[in-house]
C-alpha cells in the first residue's frame, strides 16, 4: 500500500561494487515528472510541477553529479516527454531495468494527487495486499488523466519501489502531491495539488459509501491492531539489498500548496511556481554544508517551514530514514558566494538558493584568504533572484563602506547579517450577517489606530486571500447558522486566515459537534464589551495578535541560528525528541520514525554536546494556539578532550506524554549561548506567553542584562520595536536547536 502524500527527494553517490576483484562505481539515476498542463480542461494546471523538474535536474546534475536524468515534464511537442500515463509506466520500467546494486536513484513526483474508494470486490479493508483503513487508494493524476482512466495507484507504485529494491537500489521519491479529501483557498497566492472528488470524476455518493465503509471497520476493528494510515508499505518484502525512503508534502489529512517562490515575486506569474516541498528542499539540499540522514533532513524541513511562518501542511518520511542522504559519506561543498562585476553592476552568485535575500549583508574576503580572517570590507543586497543578488557597499562592523571598483572579481563571500523580513501580521477584518461584509467602520477605525500606535506589528489588508488572520464578528443568528451557538449577543473570532471556512460554511450534520469545529483550531473568542466597544475591542484584538506575533518570530529566529545556518561556524548542540514505550519506559527512547505523534504517546526530551564548549541554555515548548512555555533552565559541559571515547553529552530535560489538547502544530525550542561569554546563566524566560484566550502577565524583562546582538533580538522578537527582524554573528555563538511535530 503506498500512500502518497508529498514528499521530498533526492538519493546519490558511489555506491561500490565488487565484482571479480575490481570496484566498480554504481550509476546514479533520476527520474522526474512534473505534470503541470492537463489534457482535460476540467483539471487545473500545475505551473510549478514542470519548474520543479527543470530545477531539480539543474541541482542534481550540479551539485550532485548525476548523469541519468530522465524528464517527463510540461506538454512538450515531443510527445514522448510528456508525462502520459503511458511514458511514467514506460520510464519506470526503463528505471527498473537500467539501475544495478548501489545505485543511489532519485524519483519527483510532482503533480495533482487524489484519492479512489476501494472496489467493493475488497471485502477486508485490512487485506494484508493492500491495506487501507480509510476506504481508499491513493492516486497520481498523469497528464492525459481522465475521468477514471490513466490513473497510477499507490500499488503499482510500490511495485515499482519493490522492483528497484531488489535490484539493490538506493532508492529516495518524493512526492509533492497531496491526497488528503480537502481543498484549500484556490488563488493567485497558494492552489492546492490535488483533485477534488468532482474534478477526478468520481461521484460524491462513492465517497461517502467508501467513508461508510471505512467507519464501519474501523468500529469491528477496535481495540485491535492495524496498519498505519501514513506513508505507504515500503517493507512489505525482507532480505531486499536496497532500500526505499519517501518523502510526502504534508500529512494525509492536509493538503499540498502550489506557492510563488522566492518570496516577493508576483503571485499570478507562472515563471515562479513552484511546489512547496519541492523548494524548500532544494534550498536545503543546496545550503547544506555536512551530511545528514534522511531522519534529520526531514527534520531540517519542517524547521523551515515553521520559520516561514506556516503551520502546516508539515512533510513527513518513511522507510530507511537513517541512510545518509544519497548515500554520501562526504557532502559536496555548498554552493559558495562569488563576487562578479558585470558591466556597470556588482552581483553575487547564489540569490536565494544559496541564503541571500534583501538587505542580507555579507562579508566580502580575498580568495585565497582560506581562514576568512580579513574581510576587504561589507555589502548588503539590494535585489536578488534565485541565482543572483545585487549589492551595494556597506560600513558594518567598524569598517567603512568599500569602494565596489577595489573589491577583486571572485571575491568569497560569506554571510553575517541577515534580515527576516517583514514581520507584521497581515489581518482581515469582516462581519458575517447573512453574507460577508466589511467590519463596522467604527471598530476598523479603532484597530487601525491602534495597531499603527503600537509600532505597526498588524497591517489590515482588504482580502482573504492576503491575509494570514481573520477577525470576524457574528451576529446571534449567523453565531448559531456556523458555529451552532445559542447567544443573544454577537461574538468575536480570532483565527487563521487558512482556517477561516470554518466561519463560512453552515453546520449541515445533526451530528457534527459545533465546538470541534473551533476546538482544533488556533483561535481566539470575543464576547460581551470586548465585541461592542470599539476600543475595548481594539485593545484585546492586538494583545492577541501580539501573542501571534511573538510566535512567528520565535520560529523564524530558531531558523536563523540553526544547524544549517550561515551564522553558526559548528552546530555541537542539539535538542532531541525521543519515544517512550509508556510511562513505566525509563530508557534513553527511540527517535519518532516521523514528523507525527499521537495522543497517548509518551516522549522525553533531551539536551546533547558533541562539541568540547560549555553552554547554557533553555528549552520552551511552543503550543498550536501560540502559547510559549518555559520548560528548563540550565547547563550543560562539554565533551571531555582527554577522553578520547567520548564523542557526546547528553542530559535529560523532561518527560511529556501527548494529550488530544496538543492537536496540530507544536514543537520544542532549545536556546543556548557558550558559557564563555557570561558568566552567570541568561534569563529568557520572558518570551514565555500564556495561549490564545487566556491571560497571562509576561515575566519581567532585564533589559541591562541582554547586552549581545543575539540576546537584543530574542527582546525584538516581543514586538514594540522595529518592524524587521535582523539576525547577525554575535560573541556567545548562539545556538538554537528546534523539534516540530503534528498531532491529528
Known amino acids: 500500500?503506498?500512500?502518497?502524500?508529498?514528499?521530498?527527494?533526492?538519493?546519490?553517490?558511489?555506491?561500490?561494487?565488487?565484482?571479480?576483484?575490481?570496484?566498480?562505481?554504481?550509476?546514479?539515476?533520476?527520474?522526474?515528472?512534473?505534470?503541470?498542463?492537463?489534457?482535460?480542461?476540467?483539471?487545473?494546471?500545475?505551473?510549478?510541477?514542470?519548474?520543479?523538474?527543470?530545477?531539480?535536474?539543474?541541482?542534481?546534475?550540479?551539485?550532485?553529479?548525476?548523469?541519468?536524468?530522465?524528464?517527463?515534464?510540461?506538454?512538450?511537442?515531443?510527445?514522448?516527454?510528456?508525462?502520459?500515463?503511458?511514458?511514467?509506466?514506460?520510464?519506470?520500467?526503463?528505471?527498473?531495468?537500467?539501475?544495478?546494486?548501489?545505485?543511489?536513484?532519485?524519483?519527483?513526483?510532482?503533480?495533482?494527487?487524489?484519492?479512489?474508494?476501494?472496489?467493493?470486490?475488497?471485502?477486508?479493508?485490512?487485506?494484508?495486499?493492500?491495506?487501507?483503513?480509510?476506504?481508499?487508494?491513493?492516486?497520481?493524476?498523469?497528464?492525459?488523466?481522465?475521468?477514471?482512466?490513466?490513473?497510477?495507484?499507490?500499488?503499482?507504485?510500490?511495485?515499482?519501489?519493490?522492483?528497484?529494491?531488489?535490484?539493490?537500489?538506493?532508492?529516495?521519491?518524493?512526492?509533492?502531491?497531496?491526497?488528503?479529501?480537502?481543498?484549500?483557498?484556490?488563488?493567485?497566492?497558494?492552489?492546492?495539488?490535488?483533485?477534488?472528488?468532482?474534478?477526478?470524476g468520481i461521484s460524491l455518493d462513492a465517497i461517502r459509501k467508501a467513508d461508510e465503509r471505512a467507519r464501519a471497520a474501523q468500529m469491528a476493528n477496535r481495540g485491535s491492531s492495524s496498519p498505519a494510515s501514513e506513508g505507504f508499505d515500503l517493507s512489505r518484502k525482507q532480505g531486499q539489498q536496497g532500500s526505499v525512503v519517501a518523502f510526502y508534502a504534508a500529512q494525509e489529512f492536509e493538503t499540498a500548496p502550489e506557492v510563488s517562490r522566492p518570496h516577493g515575486v508576483p503571485a499570478g506569474d507562472p515563471r515562479f511556481k513552484r511546489g512547496l516541498l519541492s523548494y524548500t528542499l532544494e534550498q536545503e539540499l543546496r545550503q547544506r554544508t555536512k551530511k545528514v540522514t534522511y531522519r534529520d533532513l526531514g527534520r531540517a524541513l519542517v524547521s523551515r517551514y515553521r520559520a516561514d511562518g506556516r503551520r502546516r501542511p508539515t512533510p513527513s518520511w518513511d522507510g530507511d530514514i537513517d541512510r545518509e542522504v544519497l548515500g554520501q559519506e562526504k557532502w559536496p561543498a555548498a554552493t559558495a558566494i562569488h563576487l562578479e562585476h558585470v558591466g556597470d553592476q556588482t552581483r553575487l552568485t547564489g540569490g536565494q538558493l544559496a541564503g541571500l535575500r534583501k538587505d542580507t549583508i555579507v562579508a566580502a574576503y580575498r580568495l585565497e584568504d582560506k581562514e576568512f580572517s580579513q574581510p576587504l570590507g561589507y555589502l548588503k543586497v539590494t535585489e536578488t533572484t534565485a541565482t543572483a543578488a545585487l549589492v551595494q557597499p556597506v560600513a558594518y562592523n567598524g569598517i567603512d563602506a568599500p569602494k565596489l571598483n577595489a573589491l577583486p572579481d571572485n571575491s568569497v563571500c560569506r554571510i553575517v547579517s541577515q534580515d527576516l523580513g517583514d514581520t507584521r501580521i497581515r489581518l482581515r477584518l469582516m462581519s458575517i450577517h447573512d453574507q460577508v461584509t466589511d467590519l463596522d467602520k467604527a471598530l476598523s477605525q479603532s484597530i487601525a489606530k491602534l495597531a499603527v500606535d503600537q509600532d505597526a506589528f498588524v497591517e489590515v489588508v482588504p482580502d482573504l486571500q492576503s491575509a494570514e488572520w481573520v477577525y470576524a464578528q457574528l451576529t446571534p443568528s449567523a453565531a448559531a447558522r456556523q458555529l451552532g451557538d445559542d447567544t443573544s449577543e454577537p461574538i468575536g473570532i480570532l483565527l487563521p486566515a487558512e482556517d477561516a471556512s470554518v466561519l463560512l460554511q453552515s453546520v449541515k450534520q445533526e451530528d457534527e459537534c459545533p465546538n470541534e469545529r473551533l476546538r482544533r483550531i488556533p483561535h481566539a473568542r470575543f464576547t460581551g464589551d470586548t465585541v461592542t466597544d470599539p476600543d475595548a475591542c481594539a485593545k484585546r484584538l492586538l494583545e492577541e495578535l501580539r501573542k501571534v506575533h511573538v510566535w512567528k518570530n520565535f520560529w523564524q529566529v530558531a531558523s536563523a541560528y540553526s544547524e544549517n545556518s550561515p551564522l553558526v561556524a559548528d552546530s555541537d548542540i542539539s535538542l532531541e525528541v525521543r519515544l517512550l514505550k509508556g510511562p513505566d519506559d525509563h530508557s534513553a527512547g527511540e527517535p519518532p520514525a516521523a514528523s507525527r505523534l499521537a495522543n497517548g504517546d509518551y516522549i522525553t526530551v533531551r539536551v546533547a554536546n558533541t562539541g568540547y564548549h560549555a553552554y547554557w541554555y533553555s528549552v520552551f515548548y511552543l503550543d498550536t494556539r501560540c502559547g510559549i512555555y518555559h520548560v528548563a533552565t540550565d547547563a550543560i559541559q562539554g565533551r571531555d578532550f582527554q577522553n578520547p571515547y567520548e564523542t557526546r553529552v547528553e542530559k535529560p530535560v523532561r518527560r511529556f506524554r501527548i494529550n488530544k489538547n496538543m492537536y496540530g502544530t507544536n514543537g520544542f525550542i532549545l536556546v543556548a549561548v557558550r558559557q564563555r561569554e557570561h558568566s552567570v546563566q541568561p534569563n529568557y524566560r520572558f518570551l514565555a506567553q500564556a495561549p490564545l484566550g487566556q491571560s497571562a502577565t509576561r515575566a519581567s524583562i532585564d533589559t541591562h542584562a541582554l547586552s549581545t546582538p543575539f540576546e537584543q533580538l530574542l527582546l525584538n522578537t516581543l514586538g514594540g520595536g522595529p518592524q524587521r527582524l535582523r539576525s547577525s554573528q554575535s560573541p556567545d555563538e548562539p545556538r538554537i536547536s528546534a523539534w516540530s511535530w503534528v498531532t491529528e
Open 1 to 200: 500500500m503506498i500512500y502518497l502524500s508529498r514528499h521530498a527527494l533526492i538519493p546519490f553517490l558511489l555506491a561500490v561494487e565488487f565484482l571479480g576483484g575490481y570496484a566498480l562505481a554504481a550509476e546514479n539515476h533520476a527520474l522526474l515528472i512534473g505534470c503541470s498542463q492537463y489534457s482535460d480542461d476540467s483539471i487545473r494546471d500545475l505551473a510549478g510541477a514542470e519548474n520543479d523538474v527543470r530545477s531539480f535536474e539543474e541541482l542534481l546534475r550540479t551539485q550532485f553529479g548525476f548523469k541519468n536524468i530522465t524528464t517527463l515534464a510540461g506538454w512538450p511537442a515531443d510527445a514522448s516527454k510528456r508525462p502520459t500515463h503511458d511514458n511514467i509506466v514506460a520510464a519506470f520500467e526503463q528505471l527498473i531495468e537500467a539501475v544495478g546494486p548501489g545505485s543511489q536513484v532519485v524519483i519527483l513526483m510532482s503533480g495533482h494527487g487524489f484519492r479512489v474508494p476501494l472496489p467493493e470486490s475488497q471485502v477486508d479493508l485490512l487485506d494484508p495486499s493492500n491495506p487501507e483503513p480509510d476506504g481508499f487508494d491513493e492516486a497520481f493524476a498523469p497528464a492525459d488523466y481522465q475521468a477514471g482512466k490513466n490513473m497510477i495507484l499507490d500499488n503499482q507504485i510500490g511495485q515499482w519501489l519493490d522492483r528497484l529494491k531488489e535490484k539493490g537500489a538506493h532508492v529516495w521519491i518524493v512526492f509533492d502531491c497531496c491526497f488528503s479529501g480537502t481543498m484549500s483557498r484556490g488563488d493567485d497566492t497558494e492552489i492546492a495539488r490535488e483533485l477534488a472528488a468532482t474534478e477526478a
